[in-house]
């Protein structure tokens, strides 16, 4: 019997870790273990950062991740919504993007398979889920719903549509090599 791991196998390995990763970082955010979530998501990213950096992805993706660490906080100076600060501030929300865009590219490579009109709804479905969920564990509140809703929705929306047209450029590039 092997114990080779199969490329589907990996990726449902990587999403149940990326899951782990995720409540860590979401339900400690407003706790006295505020530090344990950045601990996990900072050694989490230590073991993908290799992979990002053969693929020379590492510093496209740092840079995604500063951008929507930038939106996350921009909303919120503007009310819409409020993110949970402790004695290291909003650590835990940068750790969650670079781990979230560390594992974006292995997890949802298969983008590429849906239209524009279906990413954008699956990226805007997904995206207004897990905030939602951050907000019932304490590390976010939404102040103004129907603001959050449009504009996580159109961020989440256009970020999956974005995203799996650069997964076509990226596979069109790699397959003419």
Excluded: E
Aim: proline share 2%; glycine share 6%; net charge positive.
């Amino acid at each position: 019997m092997s114990m080779k791991l199969t490329t589907t196998k990996k990726t449902v390995l990587l999403a149940i870790a990326f899951q782990f990763i995720w409540l860590s970082l979401i339900s400690t955010a407003a706790t006295d273990w505020f530090w344990i979530g950045p601990v996990l998501g900072v050694i989490a990213y230590a073991f993908i950062l290799p992979g990002l950096i053969k693929s020379k992805m590492a510093l496209p993706l740092v840079t995604i991740a500063a951008i929507g660490f930038a939106f996350d906080v921009f909303l919120q100076n503007l009310g819409i919504i409020s993110l949970q600060a402790n004695d290291l501030a909003l650590t835990w929300l940068f750790v969650l993007w670079l781990v979230f865009v560390g594992v974006f590219y292995r997890l949802f490579s298969w983008l590429t398979n849906l239209n524009s009109v279906s990413s954008f709804i699956l990226g805007s479905m997904g995206g207004l889920i897990a905030y939602f969920v951050a907000s019932i564990l304490g590390a976010i509140t939404i102040n103004d719903l129907t603001s959050f809703v449009i504009t996580y929705g159109l961020f989440w929306g256009a970020s999956f549509s974005i995203a799996a047209k650069i997964f076509v450029v990226r596979n069109l590039q790699t397959n003419h090599r």
